[in-house]
């Protein structure tokens, strides 16, 4: 695996998302993620006989690519137990060796897949594993860097932490606000088209790779990080703690479903009440940051009575005296109203 | 690099202490930690010419050593800048190719110093480095164990995390409780003979190879984990709160040094009141083990006028409510009493 950038994943535009054959939209998530955050940048789709899903771009073989000038091919599948089903390999091998980069978030490295190896040799194409942290990450130095910041946590896992810090990035964008979305998971990076796999990389070095991943920037430009895991997850909190610290955030959003009462897949372990869970984020943001505040919760709300949801959103603003929106549905505008209102 | 055990690393006495030719005591500290809390374990030093530091252990040869049952070679030196000196590889090449395991906290892999891989197969020894993690760490489940735990944490790094569990473990097992001392860093892994380096554990893992570090055992047992960093350190916050959910601790005592007021190293990170300190240690160990307390304060207090150093614990333990010693001077007998008083 050969990484361009130094300490970031880096994948060049445009875009073309490989779905192979998978027959469910559910496989595809990758696909239709990047598809609909970064449309501009693909130059088109490549589905192979009996494919079953369908990102409504310009379907492109190997020669249209490269008359595209298609720069990336992204592997946008979740294939179950993460393997690349061998009859796919031939395509993939085929766009390789006619120069266009492959990449893939997958648990076996790229150029561990029979044949791509030397594919990429022959094409002067690189494979790039977006599971794979850069080298040379730093230790962090906890210097306050320059511009503004912005993190999404969580009360849990999958709660909307990517969504939500993209929804955020595209409000300041609409806005004419400078911004850019800082990528810390695998399907994050292949959207933004770089970032750091913040959960693969060695613990002494988190709040390295956060500080690396976030530079210095213009006084009044956002960095909006999407964040990992939660402060108060028995098996990531370590995770989010060296994310939170090294990216020195000046405002958290907090990330919530309203249908998590404790944590995920795990037993025994309540969720604090959301107001303690904030507390403890900003103990610890403060670290590294003292001025940081929190400017919303954004909640998954699929769970609940559509006449309910209104209600519960109220209810948790008022008792937490912030903006409650679901990102999906109200948008997050309210919460990007209060991040720039109290600079 | 091979280790012998599955998700931990393992050195087998009887030790032979490998000093090099060193010239002062400062560079062999990690041999004079292992002479000091593994005596018996020991079974001598060898030192080549020129060597400036004595261990006071019976002085062996190769053949001395291997005679005298020697099972590891353990690199009891930090040379400057991590690197081992060219004139050594020849000793330690013919202490691997007689059988017996070499083992070293480097920079650099033992396999990858000249002559050093070939020496091990030829004798059938192993080549153990205690900076590099075991494979097969698992993601922590929060599962709680049997047994009891004590996890020592900082206000920042290097002041007695590890002196201080060395010095609860020896306590305890003089007073005939069962306790077993769980080593997180390379000298603590050469001391015990066993442990995980968790701060170089990939992220997503650290929580799980505390759980793994110390699994299940005697209900009256007491596993004291040597900490690792401090939940506000900008740097490697990360590890500690990682490590302090996995270990799901029923006690903690925190280490602090009198003379720190700020994180050392770093501009501008001033500590917190120790109070605050051990709230957020408490609020964040509550969520794997909602019975952890805080037993006790450990002290360097090295800085201060000695007529000056009880009038000063005195004042912490009054302000605290805990009691205060300096492991050096005072033991940390008073803290072992709270600690099995409020069982």
Redo the contacts between chains.
């Keep these: 695996m050969i990484n361009k950038a130094f300490t970031q994943i880096q994948l060049d535009p445009p875009f073309l998302l490989f779905v192979g054959d998978v027959k469910d939209d559910a496989s595809a998530k990758t696909g239709f993620g990047i598809a609909q955050w970064r449309r501009s940048a693909c130059a088109g789709q490549m589905r192979l006989p009996g494919c079953g899903v369908d990102l409504r771009l310009p379907e492109l073989d190997i020669s249209g690519a490269v008359a595209a000038g298609t720069k990336t091919a992204i592997v946008g599948v979740a294939p179950r137990g993460g393997m690349i089903p061998g009859h796919w390999l031939e395509t993939l091998a085929g766009l390789a060796r006619a120069g266009i980069d492959l990449a893939a978030g997958l648990h076996v490295r790229l150029a561990n897949l029979p044949g791509l190896a030397a594919a990429a040799a022959a094409g002067g194409s690189v494979l790039i594993d977006c599971r794979v942290p850069p080298q040379g990450i730093p230790?962090?130095?906890?210097?306050k860097r320059s511009g503004r910041r912005v993190l999404t946590v969580g009360t849990d896992c999958a709660v909307g932490k990517k969504y939500t810090a993209l929804g955020l990035h595209m409000e300041l964008a609409n806005r004419g606000v400078a911004a850019t979305f800082r990528a810390t998971g695998q399907t994050g990076i292949m959207i933004a088209g770089r970032g750091i796999p913040?959960?693969?990389?060695?613990?002494?070095f988190?709040?390295?790779a956060a500080e690396v991943l976030s530079p210095d920037n213009d006084p009044a430009h956002w960095d909006v990080i999407e964040g990992q895991g939660a402060?108060?997850h028995?098996?990531?909190?370590?995770?989010?703690?060296?994310?939170l610290?090294?990216s020195q955030p000046d405002a958290l959003v907090l990330c919530h479903d309203a249908a998590r009462t404790s944590?995920f897949g795990?037993?025994?372990?309540e969720l604090s009440p959301i107001g303690k869970i904030i507390e403890?984020n900003l103990?610890?943001a403060r670290?590294?940051n003292p001025a940081a505040r929190c400017v919303g919760i954004s909640v998954n709300t699929s769970s609940l009575p559509p006449d309910a949801r209104h209600a519960w959103l109220q209810g948790l603003s008022r008792g937490i005296g912030l903006p409650c929106a679901d990102p999906l549905i109200d948008g997050v505008a309210p919460i990007v109203d209060r991040l720039l209102a109290s600079e």
């Excluded at 230790?139 to 210097?143: K, P």
């Excluded at 913040?198 to 002494?204: E, Q, R, T, Y």
């Design positions: 230790i962090a130095t906890g210097r913040i959960d693969a990389v060695v613990s002494d988190v709040a390295g402060l108060n028995p098996s990531y909190a370590g995770v989010s703690l060296g994310l610290h090294g944590i795990l037993e025994g372990f403890r103990d610890q670290i590294t």
